[in-house]
Structures are given as C-alpha cells and as structure tokens.
C-alpha cells in the first residue's frame, strides 16, 4: 500500500524560505505523477507544483519564481523548496502521487490522484 508522508512545515515569517519533504514508500514502480497541493482555510484545494514521470514541472503562477520543486526516485522523495514565502502561502500542504495511466490527462489541471498524504501545515506571519 502506498504511503505519502509530508513534514517540514512550520511557522514562519514572510519573506522566509521552507522546504518541505514527501517520503513515500509502499510502491515498486515511479508514479505518473508527484505533485503538491494546498488548501487555505476557507478556500478549495489548488495544485501548486506538479511533476511528471518525464521530468517536467509546472507551477502554479503565484509559485513560479518562489517555489522549486524536485523529485527524487532514487529515495523516492518529493520535496517542495518555498522562498519569498507570503502569508497568503498559509496553507496545509498535501504531496499526492498518481500510478493510474490516464489517457487525456496532463500531471497538472484537475487530473485525479490515487494517493495523499495527511499534510504539513505551513503558516506564513506578516
């Protein structure tokens, strides 16, 4: 069974840098795809960095020139390096991995994920 375990996140002040982590374990096989969401209180759940078995990665617009995301398949681990952190970054961060082929869907924009994580809370103070 697939195992999706976040850490790294904590309380920070704006302008200050986090990185977070994903292990993941339970699997014999590189997922489709790795990604990173989060949701603010109040607000729906939104994609932020996604990466794909190919190497690619997208970001959400507000995250391009902040946030870096890698991945590595060797200790299968997903990380999310966050800089310029703002207070509306304040969110819970949930890493999500998705084995299923599907035909017609990207990594990115509404595609549905077989495995979450719990989450890591990230505050970011003015």
């Known amino acids: 069974q697939v195992q999706l375990m976040e850490s790294g996140g904590t309380s920070v002040q704006a302008g200050g840098s986090l990185r977070l982590s994903c292990a993941a374990s339970?699997?014999?096989?590189?997922?489709?795809?790795m990604g990173w969401f989060r949701r603010a209180p109040g607000k729906e759940r939104e994609e932020v960095a996604m990466t794909f078995k190919d190497g690619t990665i997208t970001y959400k617009d507000s995250a391009k020139d902040r946030f870096n995301a890698s991945r590595d398949n060797a200790k299968n681990t997903l990380y999310l390096q966050m800089n310029k952190l703002k207070p509306e970054d304040t969110a819970m961060y949930y890493c999500a991995a998705d084995f299923t082929r599907r035909p017609g869907y990207s990594c990115n924009v509404g595609r549905p994920y077989d495995d979450w994580g719990q989450g890591s809370q990230v505050t970011v103070s003015s």
């Open positions: 339970g699997y014999t096989y590189t997922p489709y795809c």
